[in-house]
């Protein structure tokens, strides 16, 4: 199959797989589908993409490669989200706040919504296809980077949502705020390693030495997650749900930690009531 059919197939398959996550999340009242639904679509169709599309030099060691971490990445990310979704009844913070705010309109807005969320999947498969159809021959040391960086990042991500998991568990910890291990180092680790996995595509794509100019279109998926993440549909969204449900603690751990990037914790302190 050549780039052009393929990209139209993902771009219907990703408007048709997040028109039915909205569906499903309207008739069961749990929003956590959708995020689940998008993470299985970016890694199914990213696989697909590596395996199924056909130019001339395909490396087919390297496009089993990139398919495989795709799958590994939305195996991991898709399930756990799924498991929590099916085990807590509490809606989405970033998902309640959409509904209050668009009220009676939420059922077509939502749609929409998940349709411009399909549009960044397409990005983010797109990075998958321009990894694995490099044409550089063998497996180099661009390669290998690029699996320790995604195994790095899912293996970062799973221990800051362990962490997280076992932090709510404990009674002791209610309306408390999670600073535990990778959470005393970033406010959103989990989104860190998130983004620090979307850079390995782009690390294989170009490959080392650089010779796969086209590589570059890599770079789409970890700018546009930076972006998304960061100020779009991540950190903003649910630090104005912490801060209107933890108040001056949050404020507190907002002052000592950074939002994205790992660091140690800063001396600051906030005062009580402001």
């Not at 929409?112 to 021959?137: D, E, R, T």
């Not at 408390?176 to 996995?197: A, K, M, Q, T």
Request: charged content about 15%.
């Amino acid at each position: 199959m050549g780039i052009v059919p393929a990209m139209v197939l993902a771009a219907m398959g990703l408007a048709m797989t997040m028109a039915t996550a909205c569906l499903i999340a309207i008739s069961t009242g749990r929003s956590g589908w959708i995020d689940a639904i998008w993470s299985f679509a970016v890694g199914t169709f990213g696989a697909l993409a590596a395996l199924m599309v056909s130019l001339d030099g395909d490396n087919h060691q390297r496009q089993w490669l990139v398919a495989i971490i795709a799958l590994a990445w939305s195996l991991r990310l898709g399930f756990h989200i799924a498991i929590r979704t099916l085990t807590d009844d509490r809606e989405d913070p970033r998902y309640g706040q959409l509904k209050q705010e668009w009220g009676d309109a939420f059922r077509g807005r939502l749609f929409w919504f998940l349709q411009i969320q399909a549009g960044a999947a397409f990005l983010l498969v797109m990075s998958i296809m321009a990894a694995a159809h490099n044409p550089a021959p063998g497996l180099g040391l661009a390669d290998w980077f690029g699996v320790a960086l995604i195994v790095a990042a899912i293996g970062g991500e799973a221990l800051a949502d362990r962490q997280l998991r076992g932090f709510r568990v404990d009674p002791a910890n209610e309306g408390e705020v999670c600073d535990i291990g990778l959470w005393g180092l970033s406010r959103h680790p989990n989104y860190f390693f998130e983004w620090l996995g979307w850079t390995a595509y782009t690390v294989i794509a170009v490959g080392y030495p650089v010779t796969h100019a086209w590589g570059f279109v890599a770079l789409a998926g970890p700018v546009l997650m930076y972006w998304l993440l960061v100020h779009v549909s991540g950190i903003p969204p649910l630090e104005a749900h912490m801060l209107r449900s933890r108040g001056d603690r949050f404020r507190s751990y907002q002052a000592r930690v950074n939002a994205f990037w790992p660091g140690a914790p800063k001396k600051a302190v906030v005062e009580e009531g402001r």
